[in-house]
């Protein structure tokens, strides 16, 4: 019997959502494709954003134009495919089921838990452990649950934190998502003269149109926008302490081994965040909306200099991360 090669991901994307769904999808492919480069990878989505980028790495965009399931099984059976991955919260388990019902390959890929879920394969790195009443929900035929199963980018595999001396550089990125406000909060308390010693590299989200570079004419103060994963992940590795949102790029900034002073941005970032911060592998700041400026102020004032708090996160957030074991996740389908 000949073996299928077509690989699908339906994954989210866009302003209120951000890119770590997609950016999850794309480094599960090129995790698959390092082992068996003959498969082909098909990206399905109602947001074009990432189409390009998509393209670029020569697999299939196919976008979505309606919420139909009948349209999204015509496609799908046309492409006829190996393994069905989906990153997706706008997907209603409505859909889920009939895409199960009509291919079982399916593998769900969260990073919160979901009252109803359903197909073969479940992924979650966000949860370590998940409590009996909310594994109960979960009925699937093999479940990856656990930091390990963290699906970074393949070019950082091997990469080693480096050495901590001192808080020179400084990242600060909030995700793809529009943070305008918060953004400015936070640079307004760093525009103090005690942190002109420090460089601060600013990623700004894809989303974001507010002109920073004109309004924040700081010396120490390095724009970047709409940057590759390989190009942030540079970025990010010269910096020994950041300051951002709990999302994908949380992850990616712990493995890199910053010390990551967290702001939670989106409810799917709560638990994990409140969590690491328990465990001591983050500081959390607060939550967008609900810290006052005169707190975050405080907090960014005082904790930056703290060297007893950084010492206590340094080091222990990037052992977390220093097993992967996606290749577990690709041994057990079974590709060939």
């Known amino acids: 019997m000949k073996i299928k090669k077509n690989i699908v991901f339906i994954y989210d994307s866009g302003k209120k959502i951000g890119s770590g769904h997609f950016g999850r999808c794309l480094n599960f492919s090129k995790y698959i494709s390092k082992i068996y480069p003959d498969y082909k990878f098909y990206f399905i989505s109602k947001d074009k954003t990432f189409s390009k980028k998509i393209l670029n790495k020569k697999n299939k965009f196919l976008f979505l134009k309606k919420n139909n399931y009948k349209i999204l099984l015509g496609i799908l059976k046309s492409i006829d495919p190996r393994y069905i991955f989906i990153d997706s919260y706008l997907l209603s388990f409505f859909f889920k089921k009939k895409i199960y019902d009509n291919f079982k390959n399916t593998i769900i890929i969260e990073d919160q838990i979901k009252s109803k879920q359903i197909g073969k394969i479940y992924i979650n790195y966000n949860y370590n452990s998940i409590e009996k009443t909310k594994n109960q929900i979960l009925k699937f035929e093999k479940k990856f649950i656990g930091y390990k199963y963290f699906i970074k980018n393949t070019k950082y595999l091997n990469y080693k934190p480096k050495k901590l001396n001192g808080i020179r550089r400084i990242l600060i990125y909030f995700g793809s998502t529009k943070n305008t406000i918060l953004l400015k909060n936070v640079l307004n308390i760093l525009s103090n003269e005690k942190f002109n010693k420090i460089n601060f590299k600013i990623v700004?989200?894809?989303?974001?149109?507010?002109?920073?570079?004109?309004?924040?004419?700081?010396?120490?103060?390095?724009?970047?926008?709409?940057?590759?994963?390989?190009?942030?992940?540079?970025?990010?590795?010269?910096?020994?302490?950041?300051?951002?949102?709990?999302?994908?790029?949380?992850?990616?900034?712990?493995?890199?081994?910053?010390?990551?002073?967290?702001?939670?941005?989106?409810?799917?970032?709560?638990?994990?965040?409140?969590?690491?911060?328990?465990?001591?592998?983050?500081?959390k700041l607060g939550t967008k909306g609900k810290i006052s400026n005169k707190l975050l102020a405080k907090k960014l004032n005082q904790d930056i200099f703290n060297h007893n708090l950084i010492k206590s996160i340094y080091g222990k957030s990037s052992n977390i991360l220093l097993q992967n074991e996606v290749s577990k996740i690709i041994n057990y389908l079974k590709l060939e």
């Open 204 to 283: 700004l989200g894809k989303f974001e149109n507010y002109n920073f570079k004109k309004n924040f004419r700081k010396k120490n103060f390095y724009f970047f926008k709409d940057l590759s994963n390989e190009d942030f992940l540079k970025i990010s590795s010269t910096c020994q302490l950041s300051i951002g949102s709990g999302g994908v790029s949380c992850w990616e900034r712990i493995f890199l081994g910053l010390i990551n002073f967290v702001i939670v941005t989106a409810k799917n970032q709560s638990y994990s965040s409140n969590q690491m911060s328990k465990l001591k592998y983050i500081h």
